[in-house]
């Protein structure tokens, strides 16, 4: 695994919001860290864009431990890099979620259509095919 | 009866949406509501004033949004105003799923509903919309009013 690399053009400012990824082959691992509302989904939304267009990222295991708030607009980001990858052959993966955090997402639909895992090992070794049970 | 009232005029940029989340879940601490209940104020407080911002402003910056809080002995309601753009059909709005841009999910009445007792949105084309939430502060004694 690369070191890990931190996106640093903001970190925790305004939005209290940072992420810290890690890179193998076609697999990034970022791990999320503050609130995700409508002004740090977008910042979310550019880095994995970011790392899908220009770097071939297929797999993307977001690790929400450090999530502290998540609303529509964090969750509209995550969905619509699911329906990216999976027009691309790839996959989103979540891992880590607070109970709390699960709470708003299990509302969403969002299991339903994105695995959930305990933790980043378990994301990365599991390679069925990306839709929930 | 006590009634205590707090009123924040911010401007529509999206940093001002933690503020506001910030401010209810101040609140909701020292009306020592649950952890939980905290939490989903902060959710339907962030969608209400994020559509002010997105919807009602399409994303104008320099408008302004009104929060007012007013807490009694049983209830803590929730107003968020603009002076936006309005929606057309209140109805066809609040329809899960229903979203004018893909990225988003529609959540956003959803999670207002499901986390407020009451919710009460009035708009009017070109003039803007406000958006009312009450949340019972004692289940014991208070009932749904439909």
Redesign the interface.
């Known amino acids: 695994m690369d070191a890990v690399e931190l996106y640093s053009e903001q970190p925790m400012k305004g939005g209290f919001f940072r992420m810290e990824k890690k890179i193998e082959r076609q697999t990034l691992i970022l791990r999320l860290d503050g609130d995700l509302d409508m002004k740090t989904a977008e910042t979310l939304r550019q880095a994995l864009d970011h790392e899908i267009e220009r770097r071939g990222i297929r797999i993307v295991v977001l690790n929400m431990e450090k999530v502290k708030f998540i609303d529509s607009s964090g969750l509209g980001v995550i969905l619509g890099r699911y329906k990216k990858l999976l027009a691309l052959g790839g996959k989103v993966k979540i891992s880590n979620v607070p109970p709390h955090i699960y709470k708003i997402m299990e509302l969403s639909g969002l299991p339903r259509i994105i695995r959930f895992f305990s933790d980043e090992t378990a994301a990365q070794a599991d390679d069925e095919d990306g839709r929930g049970a | 009866m006590n009634v205590n009232q707090l009123v924040l005029t911010f401007s529509s940029v999206?940093?001002n949406?933690?503020i506001a989340?910030m401010l209810v879940a101040s609140v909701g601490a020292q009306l020592d509501l649950p952890?939980?209940d905290i939490?989903e104020l902060?959710?339907a407080v962030?969608?209400a004033v994020?559509n002010a911002?997105?919807h009602g402003y399409r994303g104008e910056s320099g408008r302004l949004v009104l929060l007012e809080l007013e807490i009694n002995q049983e209830t803590l309601k929730i107003t968020v105003s603009d002076e936006g753009c309005g929606i057309p059909n209140v109805e066809q709005a609040m329809q899960p799923a229903f979203s004018t841009?893909?990225?988003?999910?529609?959540?956003?009445f959803?999670?207002m509903q499901?986390f407020m007792d009451e919710l009460d949105v009035d708009s009017t084309v070109n003039q803007g919309t406000t958006v009312t939430m009450v949340k019972y502060l004692d289940r014991s004694t208070a009932f749904p009013s439909h």
């Open positions: 999206a940093e949406v933690g989340r952890l939980n939490e902060k959710v962030s969608e994020s911002i997105i841009d893909p990225e988003r999910m529609g959540l956003g959803v999670f499901s």
